[in-house]
């Protein structure tokens, strides 16, 4: 393939000068014809026509904004934010008109589109123009651009639009592609929210004016089926892509907006006769993730990024679902997502892209209850790498959420690798309480090592150049144990230069109860470039957390009806200590980016300093109710491996934890039940063979590495009968329920690849607008070198607020 059009060819966008990357498919014809052609087939037309009747729906929401606004044009005049109410209003007339064909709509739709075409503060002022998609590093375009081609084809015929006004907006989008192509913030950058933004508006323009705009008409067109979809989309969606598994590396205050907007945009290419397989799998991700993201109590879910909420998850996101159903979802897929819309009672309120709800209704799919009871209860995004596991589907369950990526190529993501939570049923027990912005690991669960070469002020958190840190393994067994082990060795890599950390990780091992409540083991161990060089850890907790007075049992605490319990069983030195942490956020003037502690909402923090060199711990973290004591759990040690053991009910479980190195043989005891062996001999290899025999209340468990067949290492997992036969508890096998299958041209994906490809270090941070997030900062996390400590603060602070809202 070849490369990107150089800096001066993308600002024309000529078919004389521009060289487009050769996509995989030729790109089909520049749309031509009648209007409207965004979305519309004679079915979706006759629906819109029925749906302006029906009380309640989008078309009917889009006409009675048209009618208050048609009344109140003076009142409507200011552009109060980027163009978003202007915007709105053109769009929800263009679709008043199109439902109804009256005239009045037509005219109040025109009075806004002009408007978008030529003014900025206020209708007639004539600031906007060729230089309004401009503000907020190209923030805009994703309001004015959007919704100024959804007016131009909807209203294309309608009375009053006039051969110069389609002129002048067809010299408008050739002056908004062109500019934001060549500097717009992440024009390139797939899997962001500008780039969401941008690539909207470019698609939506593309074929809103095709065949109407000649040579550079043509030229956009080519560019958005070859390169934009053809070859950037594409590697994002593929499996491995930063898009794969539905997730959103920004986290969900910027993910819901940016994912309705690709799921239109593709449906859009697609009724224009531009196949993407990729992309119906990757909408139906976007449900699955959905499932899988929500608190066992369906009121919240995992923010997995930046978030100005003052609580451990953000709500659910009408626009996430509405997107699926609207979008380019397989019909089974959609009919989950209405299902879940219906189940959670979420509506949209933003009258802003009325069109998303109108497209959603129009594809009149039945909802259909997502089939949680086929459906294993872990589910591993690939393309952020979060895994997200329950105990079961009820709603007293435990539920975890996990991060291990290595630096990627978006805003909103601070250096987490290992970060994880913990709730049980409506209890959030274990939470990520970082502020917005934050740069620093001490935010939130992740440990962190101090490394000698990355710049002081960024110490001790993680850094922001890895290319490798990611799942070791990531899997759930039959019995519903999760194990995964995040190796983030890699994030002490300082731009080019290799991580002077030779081994960072943590392994996390879940083992649900028979009443749904789990028992979480987490193993850290690292090693450092000296003594004077420590392991930081720390877990943060909604729960009141004692510490016991002699340190031996950790720290207990309750919050709502459940409790949390966390036993430090083994710490080569250092002992814990709680403490409220501190709310607030990370911009302080003589606050350095990777030393910051504070929290976004009241918290405290379970706190262990582990000296360097060779460092390690085990934790046992026990969600139970709140009244409920349970059993300590207890460590045995011997020559070359520890085992943390425990009873929980009936079941009887035996992490076991091997000195790293990987013998070729191994030989334990432990007493029967469920085992799980870290680092067994075979780990590298991937396979062992097993033998067990009575010895005493315990069994001698042998461990062999093999070169083929056994059982599967990485890790070990095991179930011993009383009598101690051996049977492996294998990886979750059950089918997943899918339509993937009945998506035309598209396969079912591979099994993940838990590292995927590195790409570019990431670049600059944002702050959001509430729903209509995204915006950039150009001084967040830039490389030590460049942008001083103090303008980050200083930007980030500016930032926040201009952009509360």
């Not at 010299?171 to 929210?193: C, E, L, V």
Request: with cysteine; net charge neutral; hydrophobic share 40%.
């Amino acid at each position: 393939m070849t490369g990107l059009p150089s800096r001066a060819c993308a600002a024309v966008l000529t078919a004389a000068c521009a060289t487009f990357s050769v996509a995989a498919h030729a790109a089909p014809p520049e749309p031509a014809g009648v209007h409207p052609r965004l979305w519309m087939d004679a079915t979706t037309r006759a629906s819109m026509k029925s749906l302006a009747k029906k009380e309640g729906s989008g078309v009917v929401r889009a006409i009675r904004e048209c009618n208050r606004v048609g009344s109140a044009l003076k009142q409507e005049s200011k552009n109060v934010y980027m163009g978003f109410e202007w915007g709105a209003h053109a769009s929800n007339c263009a679709i008043a008109y199109l439902a109804t064909g009256q005239a009045s709509y037509a005219a109040t739709g025109l009075h806004f589109f002009s408007a978008l075409l030529d003014d900025w503060e206020y209708v007639g002022d004539g600031k906007g123009g060729d230089s309004a998609v401009r503000h907020d590093s190209g923030y805009a375009i994703r309001a004015v651009g959007v919704h100024a081609a959804i007016a131009y084809d909807f209203l294309h015929d309608a009375p009053g639009m006039t051969p110069d006004l389609l002129a002048k907006a067809r010299r408008r989008f050739k002056a908004w592609t062109d500019w934001y192509y060549a500097n717009g913030y992440r024009a390139k950058s797939p899997a962001t929210n500008y780039h969401a933004g941008y690539l909207f508006a470019v698609t939506l323009i593309a074929i809103a004016q095709g065949s109407e705009a000649g040579e550079s008409g043509t030229a956009l067109w080519r560019h958005v089926t070859e390169q934009v979809w053809g070859t950037e989309m594409k590697a994002a969606a593929i499996p491995g892509g930063l898009l794969d598994g539905g997730d959103w590396g920004e986290g969900w205050q910027y993910g819901p907006l940016a994912v309705v907007s690709y799921a239109l945009a593709a449906r859009a290419m697609i009724v224009a006769g531009m196949p993407l397989p990729d992309f119906q799998r990757w909408a139906e991700q976007v449900v699955r993730r959905h499932v899988h993201a929500l608190s066992p109590s369906g009121k919240g879910t995992f923010a997995g990024g930046d978030t100005q909420d003052e609580t451990p998850s953000v709500a659910p996101n009408p626009f996430t679902l509405v997107g699926a159903i609207a979008g380019p979802t397989p019909d089974a897929a959609a009919g989950w997502a209405r299902a879940e819309l219906d189940r959670l009672h979420l509506v949209t309120k933003d009258e802003s892209f009325l069109i998303f709800d109108v497209l959603a209704d129009t594809r009149n799919v039945e909802a259909t209850p997502f089939p949680r009871d086929t459906t294993p209860t872990f589910y591993l995004s690939r393309g952020n790498t979060t895994l997200y596991a329950r105990s079961t589907w009820s709603t007293n369950a435990t539920w975890m959420a996990m991060q291990c990526s290595r630096s990627i190529e978006v805003d909103h993501l601070p250096p987490n690798a290992g970060n994880f939570v913990l709730t049980r049923g409506s209890d959030e027990l274990v939470v990520d309480p970082s502020p917005y912005g934050s740069l620093s690991s001490l935010t939130s669960n992740a440990p962190t090592v101090e490394s000698a070469q990355l710049p002081g002020p960024y110490q001790p958190s993680q850094g922001y150049w890895s290319e490798k840190t990611g799942y070791v393994w990531a899997r759930q067994t039959e019995s519903a144990i999760v194990t995964a082990r995040c190796d983030y060795a890699d994030h002490y890599r300082f731009q080019e230069r290799p991580s002077d950390v030779p081994m960072a990780m943590r392994d996390v091992v879940l083992i649900p109860s028979e009443n749904g409540d789990a028992t979480t083991v987490v193993v850290d161990r690292a090693r450092t470039a000296s003594p004077a060089h420590p392991l930081h850890l720390r877990f943060r907790s909604t729960a009141s957390l004692t510490l016991d007075p002699e340190g031996a049992r950790g720290a207990r605490g309750t919050s709502g009806r459940s409790a949390l319990t966390i036993v430090p069983l083994f710490t080569s030195s250092g002992a814990p200590l709680v403490r409220r942490a501190t709310t607030g956020d990370c911009f302080g003037k003589d606050t350095p980016r990777g030393n910051c502690t504070a929290a976004r909402f009241a918290v405290q923090d379970y706190v262990l300093t582990v000296g360097g060199g060779d460092a390690s711990a085990i934790h046992v973290l026990d969600l139970t109710a709140a009244n409920e004591k349970l059993p300590s759990p207890r460590l045995t040690s011997a020559p070359g491996y520890r085992v943390v053991s425990f009873e929980r009910g009936k079941r009887h479980a035996s992490v076991v934890i091997a000195e790293p190195g990987e013998p070729a043989t191994l030989t334990y005891r432990a007493a029967p039940g469920h085992h799980v062996v870290l680092d067994a001999p075979g780990a590298r290899a991937g396979h062992a063979r097993v033998t067990a025999t009575r010895d005493g209340p315990l069994c001698a468990v042998t461990v062999n590495a093999t070169a083929s067949g056994g059982m599967d290492a990485r890790p070990l997992t095991l179930l011993l009968s009383e009598a101690c036969s051996v049977t492996e508890d294998m990886t979750q096998t059950r089918p997943v329920p899918s339509s993937l299958d009945d998506v035309a041209g598209a396969s079912r994906p591979p099994q993940p690849s838990l590292v995927p490809p590195p790409i570019e270090p990431p670049g600059r941070g944002a702050m959001p607008a509430a729903t209509r997030s995204g915006c950039r900062c150009d001084v967040a996390r830039e490389g030590p070198g460049g942008t001083a400590v103090g303008l980050i603060f200083v930007g980030f602070t500016l930032l926040a607020l201009r952009r509360r809202r």
